[in-house]
């Protein structure tokens, strides 16, 4: 087990000796009340990719990285081996009617499915992203950025992403 659960077998025991009455509560609970993951959000693109994350009490959005599309998912499978994960919540364009790009939709529904392979354990779930590169823009332009800052096409990703995450999160 990790340094964690050390530190929680250090309460235990600690509770233990001032109070042996108490520990088998204590031990129902720690089964009973999980520590949360964190549910990571992701603007997939045809060449960059935007992640973003909650804190593990999940309130909190915060960009995480840009990365080439090509080398994401080994990434985000990196990422999944050092932090838990509760959930990944991937921008999906819902679109009425016919595809514009059909080889972008082809490539995504790939990265979907090689997703779901990679963590089968954890749900991947598909969030309306229409419009969210526009917001982004808007946003980067209101807080004042340069001009040469609001043109990175990274800093636009990350930003996608944790807006896909908040409006999954309910927080906007």
Not at 104 to 113: G, H, N, S, V
Request: with cysteine; proline share 3%.
């Amino acid at each position: 087990m990790g340094p964690l659960s050390a530190q929680v077998e250090g309460v235990l025991f600690f509770i233990g000796a001032s109070h042996p009455d108490k520990v088998s509560d204590i031990r129902g609970c720690l089964y009973l009340c999980r520590i949360m993951g964190r549910k990571m959000g992701i603007d997939f693109g045809s060449k960059r990719t935007g992640i973003s994350v909650t804190d593990p009490s999940q309130i909190i959005v915060q960009g995480l990285d840009t990365q080439e599309t090509t080398g994401v998912l080994d990434f985000i499978i990196a990422y999944g081996r050092r932090e838990e994960l509760d959930e990944i919540v991937v921008g999906y364009p819902f679109v009425e009617g016919a595809w514009g790009d059909k080889r972008f939709k082809e490539k995504l529904d790939k990265f979907i499915a090689d997703l779901k392979k990679a963590f089968p354990a954890i749900p991947v779930t598909l969030h309306d992203e229409r419009n969210t590169s526009v917001h982004a823009r808007e946003i980067m332009s209101r807080s004042g950025l340069k001009k040469h800052q609001r043109e990175d096409k990274a800093l636009l990703d990350r930003t996608s992403a944790i807006l896909i995450l908040q409006e999954y999160l309910g927080h906007i």
